[in-house]
Structures are given as structure tokens and as C-alpha cells.
């Protein structure tokens, strides 16, 4: 199984509501990511868990909140959200060898509409 | 940052190679070359990567300057498939983490 899934596939939530996303893998992969993505913009690094443990937060704002509950699962909580947060919210993971090159493995994204 | 210059856009016939070019003039020793493809609508793919020698999988081939100032992915038999955006990074100061530029998109044609 070299797949991460990550569920929904689409969303659609309004500035008040609380929604989350789900990310999946049984690759025994380590290290898990969120990356966001513009229409016709290059995957902006989110979030970085390595061992479960958040290692890597690029300044993102506080109505993102991700959650490691284990290491094959990824969540990304959203609560408050504006439409400038619509984009595709894409999960990967890898083997976190700490001190050798990666390969990440990307989901398909949830592509997510702010109204 | 992302730390290469790709061209935005190349097209190429069916059938024959594809050869994107990729410039990282400020590579340092320890940075590997990695690329990456997004086909429409789903996530970035995992090609191939390098330090120094050139690299052959089954999807590709890495060609990498003897002063790794620059490099080539190589698609030997291009198909429509293989329409996608190309990104060519390098790993971010020893993260090995993917900051993704903006890529070459590809249209392969018939």
C-alpha cells in the first residue's frame, strides 16, 4: 500500500462553521505533512510532524490547528476560516530518515471552498 | 525560498524525449536535486533525485552538471500521461523538506 488518502475529497464551509480534515497512511511512514495550494501556485508548507510530535509550523494562523493522534493519521482542524483560505489542502508522509534525502508521498488533496 | 529557475512552460511531441532544464546556481555540497510532477487535480508525484551522479529509474533520467549548477530531468518517450506541471527542487539547507518553485508545465501533444 504505498497510498495516503485523505478524506473529503471536497469541501464547502462558511466562516463560522468548525470542519476538519483527514490523512491516512499505512506505509509506516514517520513524518507527515500539510501543504496548502493555490490555483496555479506551487504546495506551500503548512506543517511538519516527525514522530508524532509537531516539528514544524511555518507561521501559519491559529484557525488552523493540526493534530498527530497517531502515525498513520493527520488531521487538520479548521475553525473561523476566511475565503482567502480556499485552495487545495494536500497531506503527505515519509519515512523520516532524519539524515538522508525523502521522498514524500502525496494524497490527492481536499479542495476546500470558503464561503 | 525556492532555490531554481525552470522555464514556466515547454511542450513536446508524443513519443519523443522531454528535457526540462532546471537551474540551481547556489546549490550547496550536501543539497540534493529532486523533482517532483502534479498532474491536474491530484498531488505532487515523486520522480527523482540526486547529489552528484546522474540518476535512471523507471520513470526518468536525472542529469546532473559536473559543477551541479544545473540539471536535466529526462522523459525518454513522453505520452500524453505525462502532461503535468514539473517542479525541480532543492532540499531546503539540510531539511530535506520540498519547497516547491514554480515549475515547468509540460504539454506533451500528439
Known amino acids: 500500500d504505498t497510498e495516503v488518502t485523505q478524506t473529503p475529497k471536497h469541501l464547502v464551509m462558511g466562516m463560522t462553521n468548525k470542519k476538519s480534515l483527514k490523512c491516512e497512511q499505512h506505509?509506516?511512514?514517520?513524518?507527515m505533512y500539510w501543504y496548502k495550494q493555490k490555483a496555479k501556485k506551487p504546495p506551500e508548507l503548512m506543517f511538519v510532524?516527525?514522530?508524532?510530535?509537531?516539528?514544524i509550523n511555518e507561521s501559519v494562523p491559529s484557525r488552523f490547528s493540526p493534530e498527530c493522534p497517531n502515525s498513520s493519521l493527520l488531521n487538520l482542524h479548521l475553525h473561523a476560516l476566511q475565503p482567502e483560505d480556499s485552495a487545495l489542502y494536500l497531506c503527505?508522509?515519509?519515512?523520516?530518515?532524519?539524515?538522508?534525502?525523502?521522498?514524500?508521498?502525496f494524497g490527492s488533496g481536499t479542495q476546500l471552498s470558503v464561503l | 525560498d525556492a532555490k531554481t529557475t525552470q522555464p514556466p512552460s515547454m511542450d513536446c511531441a508524443e513519443g519523443r524525449a522531454a528535457n526540462l532544464p532546471c537551474n540551481h546556481s547556489?546549490?550547496?555540497?550536501?543539497?540534493?536535486v529532486y523533482w517532483y510532477r502534479q498532474i491536474h487535480s491530484q498531488g505532487p508525484q515523486y520522480i527523482i533525485h540526486?547529489?552528484?551522479n546522474n540518476e535512471t529509474n523507471e520513470m526518468a533520467s536525472l542529469i546532473i552538471t559536473e559543477d551541479r549548477k544545473s540539471s536535466t530531468l529526462i522523459l525518454p518517450h513522453a505520452t500524453l500521461r505525462d502532461t503535468a506541471v514539473y517542479y525541480c527542487?532543492?532540499?531546503?539547507?539540510?531539511?530535506?523538506?520540498?519547497?516547491f518553485g514554480r515549475g515547468t508545465s509540460l504539454i506533451v501533444h500528439p
Open positions: 503527505a508522509s515519509s519515512q523520516d530518515q532524519r539524515d538522508r534525502p525523502e521522498k514524500l508521498f
Open positions: 506505509m509506516g511512514h514517520r513524518a
Open positions: 510532524y516527525s514522530y508524532e510530535k509537531l516539528s
Open positions: 547556489t546549490i550547496s555540497g550536501n543539497e540534493y
Open positions: 540526486g547529489l552528484k
Open positions: 527542487i532543492v532540499d531546503g539547507g539540510g531539511s530535506y523538506i520540498p519547497t
